[in-house]
């Protein structure tokens, strides 16, 4: 069950980014297109497209630490006996359950904090954008509770 949850919730994050990340390139692609034809453009553009390249990285995050492909040197990780890289996965699972889930818990609080304060360029309430940190590290923090080191982790999660 645990693993339908960790497929379906990677699988959801992975489709809502990439959506996040065809809409960014077609707004940047609107912009060069307009200050070419019509000699600036948009305003909003630039804002708009760093809320959404903010929102892709952090709806993706969760679906890349779920199979193991984020960034990091685990070459310590490789060289440990089994023991002591049992300890070393549960010390950085622990880590970054904490971490995300704090991570979380303040930005939603800070969002929360913009609610009547307007975005220059789109005119909309900051909390709305801003609210794509809390929802990424909440959903990087289920992923991470979810799949503890001690449960298993195959790459064919991913459905490839």
Aim: hydrophobic fraction near 50%; charged fraction near 15%; include cysteine.
């Amino acid at each position: 069950m645990l693993r339908l949850l960790r497929l379906r919730l990677g699988k959801l994050l992975i489709g809502v980014a990439s959506v996040m990340l065809a809409v960014n390139i077609a707004v940047l692609l609107y912009g060069v297109l307009a200050r070419y034809l019509i000699g600036h453009s948009p305003i909003w553009m630039d804002e708009l497209s760093r809320y959404l390249t903010i929102s892709t990285v952090l709806f993706s995050a969760g679906f890349v630490w779920q199979i193991d492909e984020h960034m990091r040197v685990a070459f310590l990780e490789r060289k440990l006996p089994g023991k002591a890289r049992a300890c070393l996965e549960t010390y950085l699972w622990l880590v970054t359950v904490l971490l995300c889930g704090y991570a979380a818990w303040v930005s939603l609080h800070y969002a929360l904090s913009l609610t009547h304060f307007k975005t220059l360029g789109l005119g909309v309430s900051k909390m709305i954008p801003m609210l794509s940190l809390p929802v990424g590290f909440t959903c990087l923090t289920l992923l991470s509770l979810i799949q503890p080191p001690w449960s298993e982790r195959p790459m064919s999660e991913t459905g490839d």
